[in-house]
């Protein structure tokens, strides 16, 4: 799953074009510029047959923005129970941040099955979340592991049975948005995915 961070709506706008043409039909839009909320509504408007979510939610208030943009799903980069609260009495299907166990459960105890492994490469990548499986295996736990995920190591997170997909912005590197280079971001895309089904 792409995470982006975008200053303006045309590249947003270009930016899920070229998702789709390489055949992604899912991304992320961070709240960290004033034209996130923008960006989303104009996705969902433009693009339906986009899964637009809303990243790095950290506040409640920005629960009810990113809905009200039409943002299917939201993201935080930590756990946080009152924002993870108050997504799930509005039903967006959010993803808390967690990095420990200690935060596994909590996530967990709420209700959250599908969490967002972060930064996964400061915790000691797969290999970290191999030492998860055996203590949360059971519980039906599902990771997106982010931070430090690329084209070479995808198919290393994937093989392990808590990942249910992974995340990060290589997939539309900042450089290439701002110079336009759509083209070789649709090359990024198709690498990524021949890699992770190469996987599943």
């Known amino acids: 799953m792409p995470a982006v961070t975008l200053d303006g709506i045309e590249p947003a706008l270009l930016l899920a074009e070229a998702y789709l043409e ?49 943002a299917q799903f939201g993201l935080s ?11 799930l009495k ?3 299907l959010f993803i808390p941040g967690v990095a420990t166990p200690s935060e596994i459960e909590e996530a967990l105890d709420i209700g ?12 000691g990548g ?22 430090g995920v690329n084209p070479e190591n995808l198919a290393d997170y994937l093989s392990s049975p808590l990942v249910a997909a992974v ?7 900042a450089k290439l948005i701002s110079e336009g280079r759509f083209s070789e971001i649709r090359e990024l895309v198709k690498r990524s995915i021949e890699a992770a089904t190469s996987v599943r």
């Open 167 to 173: 995340g990060g912005s290589w997939i539309a590197p």
């Open 22 to 70: 390489a055949g992604l039909d899912v991304m992320e839009i961070t709240f960290r510029t004033g034209t996130a909320e923008e960006a989303i509504r104009a996705i969902a408007k433009e693009f339906p047959a986009m899964a637009i979510g809303a990243g790095t939610i950290l506040s409640a208030d920005q629960v009810e923005r990113a809905i009200d943009a039409g």
């Open 77 to 87: 980069p930590g756990y946080n129970r009152t924002v993870t609260e108050a997504a």
């Open 126 to 147: 797969s290999g970290y979340i191999r030492s998860l499986e055996g203590p949360y295996g059971h519980t039906g736990l599902q990771l997106i592991p982010m931070s």
């Open 90 to 92: 509005r039903d967006l």
């Open 112 to 123: 959250c099955r599908l969490q967002k492994l972060f930064p996964v490469n400061h915790l």
